[in-house]
């Protein structure tokens, strides 16, 4: 049985896994005869399928009565606090496949029905699409309605001009629908076509979060509207420059040059990718001054920016495009730009100035600049991240750290956050321009009698100080971070040529700079590939002690088939406070218990049971007597719902 979508590496659209526990009781026969009366050979068969998510420290139960032929669970999760109908209607009318990660966000803001509201009120055309962008926002901050609103029309309305796109629409039955991109390109003279993954679909066009800033309306528009139907006098239109391209991409790899001319473009690479590039580079023609602005609207009406401001309005511009992108991060070194996908991910950049840019050259940092990086990751729309240093350094140039955290029992700790830093330079501009505007302020607030000669020369002085305050400075930067999975494990692929000062934190994880529960430090002065162990002072769960049994009967057949998934939620530790989801391995305790058994089990007292396995899937079967069984299905971890 197979529910969209499925796949692991689903990034967090993720994770849908069907979990199915066939119980079949016959009185007679597991097989029946084919000769004698049907009502006395008949097999009686009871089917549950459920997709599970199980809290921390927790457990979910299934309670099979066979003389009442009765299934009984346990009440899970969030369902307890989504008691309006609304709310229930907009999760029934939304895919199957976003039901749980929907019914999380609902739990998490005090304004769900509003929410709800915009699903019921959608077509289901769109359903798919605003769902989503509730669901996998940050925890608990989602956008304003009317803004995920307007993104998702403003998507099929941008599709409307494009040649080299089309969104696509699925309905496979049973509530799983969904939609993706079906996109041109041409390669070796040829054209052809091709589907992106849904996941990638939504995570990188659809999420109206680039990163780290607020979606907001700005000159009273969303940057999905505003960068396409927008230019100021003296720069290019994206809509018009869009219009009459029949390809993506043409999968060629190379470098832009200089102050280029459209002529150049379309006679070298007539695609979406290189027009949008064009684009970029003429509208923000010139190095940043000012306030450095993290809105793309703001960014594209100020044309001017330095790496950080040609991410942003890069990637908004692509999404717009319907060209799926992601912010790529190398703080460590100082230095961003974004991806594409076109069955897979690509490096791309425009230098400031209008300088140029790189198509799919991911080795120019390291091989062409000659930086030594330390460690690059992707920043999502939940501001959540995922490591990609692989992509841009080779394995001879990397090594890999690995880190295992465990607590006084030797049991793995599951959350434990590392971070990685590195001695670099922080741009503090942002430090200047604050302090200015909050003189201004402070200036413009002041009563004219008050603003006398003396104090005059003191705004003057203050201003001039911090007119002095340097651009950057050098400090220990954040280079990139993870959380320990449910093995107490994480990793890191580091580039070679940088010492690293690692930072691991657990319990109570607020900024890195800010003591957690328990803190620990390692210092890497000469980067090999090394295991590191860290042990907390602190102890968890262990395995409940339990007894296996023999069957002591026949006449019940169980068929376990289930898989497991995990997540955690993490605030992020940079500049913003939004909590992400990180997906990982699952891994569950699953036992098969009477009813006796099962009530010392829940008193802490040692029980007998008929399996116990600590799995991260199972398909088996298991016989048994006609009477109570309890299947439990018991997450140990301490940071990471289990989903099942």
Same mark, same amino acid.
């Given at each position: 049985?197979?529910?969209?979508?499925?796949?692991?590496?689903?990034?967090?659209?993720?994770?849908?896994?069907?979990?199915?526990?066939?119980?079949?009781?016959?009185?007679?026969?597991?097989?029946?005869?084919?000769?004698?009366? $049907?009502?006395?050979?008949?097999?009686?068969?009871?089917?549950?399928?459920?997709?599970?998510?199980?809290?921390?420290?927790?457990?979910?139960?299934?309670?099979?009565?066979?003389?009442?032929?009765?299934?009984?669970?346990?009440?899970?999760?969030?369902?307890?606090?989504?008691?309006?109908?609304?709310?229930?209607?907009?999760?029934?009318?939304?895919?199957?496949?976003?039901?749980?990660?929907?019914?999380?966000?609902?739990?998490?803001?005090?304004?769900?029905?509003?929410?709800?509201?915009?699903?019921?009120?959608?077509?289901?055309?769109?359903?798919?699409?605003?769902?989503?962008?509730?669901?996998?926002?940050?925890? *608990?901050?989602?956008?304003?309605?009317?803004?995920?609103?307007?993104?998702?029309?403003?998507?099929?309305?941008?599709?409307?001009?494009?040649?080299?796109?089309?969104?696509?629409?699925?309905?496979?039955?049973?509530?799983?629908?969904?939609?993706?991109?079906?996109?041109?390109?041409?390669?070796?003279?040829?054209?052809?076509?091709?589907?992106?993954?849904?996941?990638?679909?939504?995570?990188?066009?659809?999420?109206?979060?680039?990163?780290?800033?607020?979606?907001? %309306?700005?000159?009273?528009?969303?940057?999905?509207?505003?960068?396409?139907?927008?230019? =100021?006098?003296?720069?290019?239109?994206?809509?018009?420059?869009?219009?009459?391209?029949?390809?993506?991409?043409?999968?060629?790899?190379?470098?832009?040059?200089?102050?280029?001319?459209?002529?150049?473009?379309?006679?070298?690479?007539?695609?979406?990718?290189?027009?949008?590039?064009? /684009?970029?580079?003429?509208?923000?023609?010139?190095?940043?001054?000012?306030?450095?602005?993290?809105?793309?609207?703001?960014?594209?009406?100020?044309?001017?920016?330095?790496?950080?401001?040609?991410?942003?309005?890069?990637?908004?511009?692509?999404?717009?495009?319907?060209?799926?992108?992601?912010?790529?991060?190398?703080?460590?070194?100082?230095?961003?730009?974004?991806?594409?996908?076109?069955?897979? /991910?690509?490096?791309?950049?425009? /230098?400031?100035?209008?300088?140029?840019?790189?198509?799919?050259?991911?080795?120019?940092?390291?091989?062409?600049?000659?930086?030594?990086?330390?460690?690059?990751?992707?920043?999502?729309?939940?501001?959540?991240?995922?490591?990609?240093?692989?992509?841009?350094?080779?394995?001879?140039?990397?090594?890999?750290?690995?880190?295992?955290?465990?607590?006084?029992?030797?049991?793995?700790?599951?959350?434990?956050?590392?971070?990685?830093?590195?001695?670099?330079?922080?741009?503090?501009?942002?430090?200047?321009?604050?302090?200015?505007?909050?003189?201004?302020?402070?200036?413009?607030?002041?009563?004219?009698?008050?603003?006398?000669?003396?104090?005059? $020369?003191?705004?003057?002085?203050?201003?001039?100080?911090?007119?002095?305050?340097?651009?950057?400075?050098?400090?220990?930067?954040?280079?990139?971070?993870?959380?320990?999975?449910?093995?107490?494990?994480?990793?890191?692929?580091?580039?070679?040529?940088?010492?690293?000062?690692?930072?691991?934190?657990? *319990?109570?994880?607020?900024?890195?700079?800010?003591?957690?529960?328990?803190?620990?430090?390692?210092?890497?002065?000469?980067?090999?590939?090394?295991?590191?162990?860290?042990?907390?002072?602190?102890? *968890?769960?262990?395995?409940?002690?339990?007894?296996?049994?023999?069957?002591?009967?026949?006449?019940?057949?169980?068929?376990?088939?289930?898989?497991?998934?995990?997540?955690?939620?993490?605030?992020?530790?940079?500049?913003?406070? =939004?909590? *992400?989801?990180?997906?990982?391995?699952?891994?569950?305790?699953?036992?098969?218990?009477?009813?006796?058994?099962?009530?010392?089990?829940?008193?802490?007292?040692?029980?007998?049971? %008929?399996?116990?396995?600590?799995?991260?899937?199972?398909?088996?079967?298991?016989?048994?007597?006609?009477?109570?069984?309890?299947?439990?299905?018991?997450?140990?971890?301490?940071?990471?719902?289990?989903?099942?």
């Amino acid at each position: 049985m197979r529910i969209f979508p499925c796949t692991h590496d689903m990034h967090g659209v993720a994770s849908v896994i069907i979990s199915t526990i066939l119980l079949a009781s016959s009185l007679l026969t597991l097989f029946p005869p084919i000769h004698g009366k $049907m009502e006395e050979n008949m097999e009686r068969i009871l089917v549950v399928s459920k997709t599970v998510d199980i809290l921390p420290q927790s457990h979910y139960y299934i309670k099979f009565d066979p003389k009442k032929f009765r299934v009984e669970e346990k009440t899970v999760n969030f369902s307890g606090k989504i008691s309006s109908e609304t709310i229930k209607k907009a999760l029934i009318k939304s895919p199957s496949w976003l039901r749980k990660d929907l019914l999380r966000q609902f739990s998490h803001v005090d304004n769900a029905e509003e929410y709800a509201n915009l699903i019921l009120g959608m077509s289901k055309r769109y359903t798919d699409e605003v769902a989503f962008s509730i669901a996998f926002s940050p925890l *608990g901050d989602v956008p304003p309605v009317n803004l995920l609103r307007d993104n998702v029309l403003q998507l099929y309305e941008i599709d409307k001009y494009l040649k080299y796109v089309d969104i696509v629409d699925y309905d496979e039955g049973n509530g799983n629908f969904y939609s993706t991109l079906r996109y041109r390109i041409i390669e070796n003279g040829e054209e052809r076509e091709f589907e992106c993954p849904p996941y990638i679909y939504y995570w990188y066009v659809v999420h109206p979060e680039i990163a780290s800033e607020d979606p907001s %309306y700005i000159y009273d528009s969303f940057w999905r509207s505003y960068l396409f139907n927008h230019n =100021d006098i003296g720069y290019p239109l994206l809509k018009e420059k869009l219009s009459n391209i029949s390809y993506m991409w043409d999968r060629e790899s190379y470098l832009q040059p200089s102050k280029r001319t459209w002529k150049w473009s379309m006679e070298n690479h007539p695609t979406a990718i290189e027009a949008v590039s064009y /684009w970029i580079g003429k509208t923000i023609p010139i190095g940043a001054y000012g306030d450095r602005p993290n809105q793309p609207n703001v960014i594209a009406h100020e044309h001017n920016g330095w790496c950080g401001e040609l991410q942003k309005i890069a990637v908004a511009a692509l999404r717009t495009a319907l060209i799926p992108s992601v912010s790529i991060c190398d703080i460590g070194e100082d230095h961003v730009w974004r991806e594409f996908f076109e069955r897979g /991910w690509h490096q791309n950049d425009n /230098w400031w100035n209008d300088a140029g840019g790189a198509v799919d050259m991911p080795d120019i940092y390291v091989y062409g600049w000659g930086k030594n990086i330390s460690g690059i990751f992707a920043w999502r729309g939940d501001n959540s991240i995922y490591e990609v240093t692989s992509r841009y350094i080779h394995p001879k140039d990397r090594v890999r750290v690995r880190f295992v955290v465990r607590d006084l029992n030797d049991q793995p700790i599951d959350g434990a956050r590392v971070c990685v830093l590195v001695k670099g330079i922080c741009d503090i501009t942002w430090l200047r321009y604050g302090i200015m505007r909050i003189l201004e302020r402070v200036w413009d607030f002041l009563p004219d009698f008050l603003k006398g000669r003396i104090i005059q $020369m003191i705004f003057d002085e203050i201003h001039s100080l911090c007119e002095r305050i340097p651009e950057s400075v050098e400090m220990p930067i954040q280079a990139i971070w993870n959380y320990t999975n449910l093995d107490g494990v994480c990793t890191f692929d580091l580039g070679v040529n940088r010492s690293y000062i690692f930072l691991i934190q657990y *319990g109570n994880l607020r900024k890195p700079w800010l003591p957690a529960r328990h803190n620990d430090i390692r210092f890497m002065f000469k980067p090999e590939n090394r295991t590191l162990f860290i042990r907390f002072l602190t102890r *968890g769960s262990t395995r409940e002690e339990h007894n296996l049994i023999s069957s002591d009967g026949d006449n019940l057949t169980l068929r376990i088939d289930f898989s497991t998934s995990s997540y955690q939620i993490h605030e992020n530790p940079l500049w913003v406070s =939004d909590r *992400g989801l990180y997906e990982k391995k699952g891994k569950i305790d699953f036992f098969v218990v009477d009813e006796s058994n099962f009530e010392k089990y829940v008193k802490g007292e040692p029980f007998d049971c %008929y399996a116990y396995e600590e799995v991260e899937k199972i398909n088996a079967s298991l016989s048994l007597s006609s009477k109570s069984i309890y299947l439990v299905f018991r997450n140990r971890a301490r940071e990471s719902t289990v989903r099942v």
